[in-house]
């Protein structure tokens, strides 16, 4: 059958949510565009907020993710908690880049990326040289030795596995999958 849908996301706009009545309004705009099949929900894997120091560290994720299956955006959508405002916001390429990385502390490192296991507790966190495992067991893996390797660039999931890019200085990067039973990354393959 070949799919007639529709969306709206390029009428649609990120918007923060002050109110009962428009949390009201956009969660039913949500529920129908699920109900329709337009919408899919998506896990939460990446947090809009982490704030750190010394003592303290905290991660604030939205409460729903959901991707458009006919244009690919992706829409994140933070509950309101009164007095706390909720928030919509729209990432059009489909890939997810609101984390705020606020670090109070200022010998430590800013993770340049933060993500969230689909399959387990753990929180991944990528610096340049290493990726820190924070879960049952803390864990460091660093970066692989090679000649030509500058630093970790990128973390994503395509389907339920978790890719690692590495940066080269040649006219291609690596790839590698990083094995969440093992917590330890293998060399996968090249990217063009
Ligand atoms: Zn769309």
Redesign the pocket.
Same mark, same amino acid.
Request: a negative charge.
């Given at each position: 059958m070949v799919s007639s849908l529709t969306?709206?996301?390029?009428n649609r706009y990120e918007t923060d949510i002050n109110s009962l009545n428009v949390f009201n309004e956009i969660k039913l705009l949500f529920d129908e565009q699920v109900k329709n099949g +337009?919408?899919l929900e998506e896990q939460v894997i990446r947090p809009y907020y982490v704030w750190t120091d010394d003592k303290e560290h905290i991660e604030y994720y939205a409460t729903k993710w959901y991707r458009?299956? +006919?244009?690919?955006?992706l829409w994140e959508f933070n509950y309101p908690d009164f007095p706390a405002k909720g928030f919509v916001k729209k990432y059009v390429d489909g890939i997810y880049s609101g984390t705020v990385i606020i670090n109070n502390n200022e010998e430590s490192k800013i993770a340049d990326i933060v993500l969230k296991s689909k399959r387990n507790n753990n929180v991944y966190y990528m610096f340049s040289d290493e990726i820190f495992i924070h879960g049952e067991k803390n864990k460091s893996i660093s970066i692989p030795m090679d000649n030509s390797i500058i630093c970790f660039c990128d973390m994503y999931y395509v389907q339920d596995e978790l890719l690692v890019v590495v940066a080269t200085n040649k006219d291609y990067d690596y790839i590698y999958v990083l094995d969440e039973e093992s917590n330890s990354i293998k060399k996968r393959g090249l990217t063009k």
């Amino acid at each position: 059958m070949v799919s007639s849908l529709t969306c709206e996301c390029c009428n649609r706009y990120e918007t923060d949510i002050n109110s009962l009545n428009v949390f009201n309004e956009i969660k039913l705009l949500f529920d129908e565009q699920v109900k329709n099949g +337009v919408y899919l929900e998506e896990q939460v894997i990446r947090p809009y907020y982490v704030w750190t120091d010394d003592k303290e560290h905290i991660e604030y994720y939205a409460t729903k993710w959901y991707r458009c299956m +006919v244009c690919g955006c992706l829409w994140e959508f933070n509950y309101p908690d009164f007095p706390a405002k909720g928030f919509v916001k729209k990432y059009v390429d489909g890939i997810y880049s609101g984390t705020v990385i606020i670090n109070n502390n200022e010998e430590s490192k800013i993770a340049d990326i933060v993500l969230k296991s689909k399959r387990n507790n753990n929180v991944y966190y990528m610096f340049s040289d290493e990726i820190f495992i924070h879960g049952e067991k803390n864990k460091s893996i660093s970066i692989p030795m090679d000649n030509s390797i500058i630093c970790f660039c990128d973390m994503y999931y395509v389907q339920d596995e978790l890719l690692v890019v590495v940066a080269t200085n040649k006219d291609y990067d690596y790839i590698y999958v990083l094995d969440e039973e093992s917590n330890s990354i293998k060399k996968r393959g090249l990217t063009k």
